[in-house]
């Protein structure tokens, strides 16, 4: 089995009342999360989220771009290639 990086745009949702994936829209994945956007307590939910949903450690998740921001670049390690299409 392959293992890649991907590298995904996502938009966080935060204060919401689930963590979900809303949907895939103009290349963006939004996502809400019920952590509040406050000393990086929203970006350790998707990460904790996103790892839970791939099944793979939350250390495999970095964010490139966006870190004080709903709108990120987020890189993902250790994904095989059907990985992405359960996600989504």
Same mark, same amino acid.
């Given at each position: 089995?392959? %293992? ?7 938009r966080?949702?935060?204060? =919401? ?20 956007? @406050? ?6 939910? %998707?990460?904790?989220?996103? =790892?839970?949903?791939?099944? @793979?450690?939350?250390?495999? @998740? ?9 709108d990120? %670049? ?8 059907? =990985?992405l299409d359960?996600? %989504?």
């Amino acid at each position: 089995m392959q %293992l890649h990086s991907y590298v995904l745009k996502i938009r966080v949702i935060p204060n =919401a009342k689930k963590n979900k994936i809303i949907d895939w829209r103009n290349d963006t994945l939004k996502i809400k999360l019920t952590a509040p956007p @406050i000393k990086g307590k929203a970006n350790k939910m %998707l990460f904790k989220f996103l =790892a839970k949903k791939l099944n @793979i450690k939350s250390s495999e @998740i970095e964010i490139i771009k966006g870190e004080k921001s709903r709108d990120k %670049l987020v890189r993902i390690k250790g994904l095989d290639k059907f =990985a992405l299409d359960f996600l %989504l």
